[in-house]
Structures are given as C-alpha cells and as structure tokens.
C-alpha cells in the first residue's frame, strides 16, 4: 500500500525528546508532564479543564459514569445515541446501566438526523450524546434548539473531530464536556490516549476522581485539607470518595503529546486543504457522489458516499489495488453488529443503512499530498467517465 490511512507520525525529534525525557527522569507513571500537557491542551482547546486518560474510549466512559452520579440519573435512564458511531461511544452508557436510545444519521454532517430526536425524547431522556463525525461537527446549536428548556444535557464525542467548529467554537465546549482521541491514526497522536474537556468545576473533579480509582488525593491541593478533616478515621493516602477506573495515562505519553500539539495546528491546515481538493473533483460526479460540505471542519478522512453499491464496490476494490487502503465508514449501521442487532431492527435506519453499504473512506493526514490527490484524482476520472 502506497497510501496507507496512516503514517508513522512521531519523527526523530520526538523519539530523541522521549529519550531524553527516560534518561533524566526518575518518574514514568502520571505525574508532572501529565498536568503541563492538560494544561497545554486546555489552553489550546480555550476550556478550563483537561484530563489524560490512556484513551478516547476510556475518555467516554469516564464521562458517561462521572456524568451519571454528578446529575443523579437512574438505571434505565435513557441517552439519545447516533447509528452511525464507533462503539465506544454506546458502549459505555450499556455499561454505566443506562439505555441507549438509537436516532438514524443524517447525510450532510453525518451526525444524528435532526429531524427525529425530537420523536425520540421521553421523560426518561437525561442526555444527548453526540459525536462528531470525521471532523464534522455536529449542529449542537439545532438540538439545543429541540432540547429547549427540557433538563437535558449534551455530551460531545470529538475523537474524530479535533479542532472542528460550530460558529466558531471548538467542538467539545458546546456541552457539558467533550471527549477527545489521541489513537495512532488521529489528527494528534500520544500512540494510545485520550482527553476530557470540561468548563464544570465539580465534573472535572469527579473526572479526576473516578481516572484514580476514586482516591481523594487525586483531586487539587485545595481541597485536601477538608477532606482529612472531615475523614479522620481514614488514612488519607487511601481515601476513597467515589467508584472508579483506573484509566490513568503515563509521563511518555505526555510528553509526546506536548510535542504534537505543537504542530496540531499545521497537522489541521493541510487536513483541510486536502479535503478542499478532493472536494473540489467529487463535484464533478455529483451524479455518482453524496457530497458533504460543512464550514468549519477539521478534517479526518477523504469519505466516500456512493448513490450506487455497485459502483461503490466497483471502485473501493479499483483504488485497494492501486495500493490505496480503505476502510468503511466508521461501524456502518451500528445496530447490524452483533452485539446490537438481536435487541434492534437496523432497518428502521435508512440512512445509516445507506451508509453502510454505499460508503468507506481512505487515509487524510499531514502526510497526504499533490502527487496522491493527482493519482486519486485520475483513477476517479477513469473510473466515472470511462466504461464501467
């Protein structure tokens, strides 16, 4: 494969920081370069609060368990979730003993079509977990429209989406947190990590509890003293103030994250200027093509949406054996996977259907450039306009 979804995006200067780092260092789990990387990155992101986690879908469940004791929600309560997704953003409300409620996909954002939350909103409902999609952001400013005064809230899954903005906020401020991933193949890369992004003093609080098995001591200096207090029969060392993980990240993975936020702003600009030129030739074949075209993005893949199957297949296999790697669009149709479809009809979502069948994407990244889009380009002009 000469074009791969991804590259190998730590260079030598970042192996010779790590280096550098394990010779002069005597500490390897969390510790300071953890705190001046959430730092970092909540300046970079404009929140008050970040927390490292050893993945986006570790992120996820620390939000949806924190979020669930923080606001009092029930077992059973129910959270409006897209078909379209990675599992990780469903799993954990399964897991947290909430109930997944499914909405279809839209085909302009690919987020949750609009139009039927409203239907799906019950007196049960306590969130809206939205993800947004492929850089995509998703128009949080139309469900809080649908939500109005209802006691609702909005969860953001950004992992795909960093840097990404609606109105000119950055996903993952737009409700009561926001998740991010920092996987191998993301627009930022700490090889496995993650982030939670919060404005909410006491969530951020309970995000750090539950990173550490609940222990008190995780939580600021400030608060120490109270709480020794106020528990003296317990040794404060192990004092625990609520159920927890442990989904603590490590210093290396820090301090890679340092140096790629250093660049992350590039890594979006040529992101971005990629997809524009793909952009730009699909219009050519707006008859065989579903375009999606919205402000603001930060790209993470070249997607694909065929109004044919056929045609779809046809050419997926034509590009694999260029030597252009594929995959398809995120899950597909989520309630088709079989950890889903015995308790849902994935037929009651005709879009995320059509998604899994008529669309895939191909690898976008810093590392893509004019001499690939010219390939990709000639293999779509042979392909739509000569015989099929």
């Known amino acids: 494969m000469f074009w791969k979804l991804q590259e190998n995006v730590i260079n030598d200067s970042d192996l010779d920081l790590l280096v550098s780092f ?28 970040c927390v490292f986690v050893n993945s986006g879908s570790s992120a996820n469940l620390l939000l949806v368990n924190s979020a669930k004791e923080y606001f009092g929600w029930n077992d059973g309560d129910e959270v409006i979730v897209p078909a379209v997704t990675w599992p990780t953003t469903v ?13 279809d996909a839209n085909l302009s954002d690919l987020s949750l079509d609009y139009d039927k939350v409203i239907s799906k909103i019950t007196s049960k409902t306590r969130a809206i977990f939205v993800a947004h999609l492929l850089g995509f952001p998703a128009n949080i400013a139309r469900l809080k429209e649908i939500i109005s005064d209802r ?32 996987y191998w193949g993301h627009h930022m890369t700490t090889v496995e990590g993650g982030m939670l992004c919060t404005n909410d003093e006491e969530l951020y609080k309970l995000f750090l509890l539950k ?34 993980f442990n989904v603590r990240n490590t210093e290396f993975n820090a301090v890679l994250g340092l140096a790629q936020l250093a660049h992350i702003n590039n890594f979006i600009s040529q992101r971005n200027k990629n997809y524009q030129a793909f952009i730009k030739i699909c219009k050519e074949y707006q008859d065989e093509l579903i375009l999606l075209e919205v402000p603001d993005i930060s790209s993470f893949v070249l997607p694909f949406l065929f109004r044919s199957k056929e045609s779809k297949e046809t050419f997926q296999k034509k590009i694999r054996d260029r030597g252009i790697e594929s995959r398809p669009l995120i899950s597909g149709n989520l309630l088709r996977q079989p950890f889903l479809s015995k308790y849902y009809n994935a037929t009651d979502y005709p879009n995320a259907d059509f998604i899994h069948t ?24 042979d392909f739509f306009k000569g015989p099929k």
């Not at 500490?27 to 990155?41: D, N, S």
């Not at 899954?157 to 009561?176: F, H, M, P, W, Y």
């Open 22 to 49: 394990i010779k002069e260092t005597k500490r390897f789990t969390q510790f300071t370069k953890v705190a001046e990387f959430e730092t970092a990155f909540a300046k970079w992101q404009g929140c008050r609060h």
């Open 91 to 103: 799993t954990p409300v399964l897991q947290c003993g909430l109930t997944p409620v499914f909405v």
């Open 211 to 244: 990173r550490s098995h609940g222990l008190a001591r995780e939580l600021p200096p400030e608060n120490h003293d109270k709480l020794k207090d106020f528990y003296k029969d317990i040794d404060f060392n192990f004092l625990f103030l609520t159920d927890g």
């Open 358 to 381: 008529n669309a895939f994407y191909i690898g976008n990244n810093q590392f893509v450039d004019e001499h690939r889009l010219d390939i990709l380009f000639s293999l779509m002009s």
């Open 151 to 182: 006691d609702i809230v909005i969860l953001e899954d950004c992992c795909e989406s960093q840097g990404a903005k609606l109105n000119g906020t950055k996903v993952g401020n737009l409700g009561i947190a926001g998740t991010f991933s920092f």
